[in-house]
C-alpha cells in the first residue's frame, strides 16, 4: 500500500516537473526578426531639355502705320546730328529715304561722313532698315516730302508707297543715270529717244 502512494507521489511530482518546463519554454521570449534596411530606389533625374531661343527675324516695314512709326523716329534721331536743321523720311520695307536740310552754321556738304553718321543713326533706330539713301537735292526731298504728305493723309496705298521708294531710291544712288537721251538729226526730222533703266535698290 505505501509503495502506491510513493509510486503516485513520484508520478505527480514528475507531472509537476513536465509542466514547469513546458511552462518555461512557453515562456522563452522568441528571437526578434532581424529587419535589413530597405533599399530606397534612388529616383532617375531627367535633364530638362534646354530651350533655345530662336532669334526672330524682322519683317521690316510692312504697312503704313510702320511707316509713319519708323520714319519719326528715324527722323527724330536723325536731326539731332549739329550739322542739319531738318531731316525727311521714308521708310518702306527694308529701305529707308532721307532728305536733308543743312544747317546755316555748316558748309560742308553731303559727305561720306555725313552719310555715315545717318546710316548708324537709321540703323540704330531700326533694326530691319538695311538700306538707306541720303539725299540733300532740294528736287528729291521735295518728293519725299510730297509722298509723306500722302502717307499722313492716306492717300496712298502701301503698295503704291513701295514703288514710289524703290524709284526715288533708285534716283538718289543714280542721278545722272536714269534717263537717257539721244537726240539724232537728219536733214528731214529730229528723233529723240528716252531709255528708262530697271529699277534697282543699290546702297548709296
Known sequence: MKKRWILLVLMVLSVAVLSGCASNADTLPSPSPVVSPMMTETPMVTAMPTATVTPTVQAGVTTLEDVVRVSTAIKKEVEKLSELSNADVLAAGNIALVG???????QGGLTDRIKQMIEQRVQTTEKSITVTHVTD??????EIQKIWDQV?????????LQTRVLELAAQIANPTNMNTNTNTNTN?????TTTTQPITTPAS
Open 100 to 106: 536733308i536740310q543743312y544747317d546755316t552754321q555748316y
Open 188 to 192: 528731214t526730222n529730229t528723233t529723240t
Open 137 to 142: 537735292d532740294k528736287k528729291m526731298v521735295q
Open 152 to 160: 499722313t493723309k492716306n492717300e496712298i496705298t502701301f503698295a503704291e
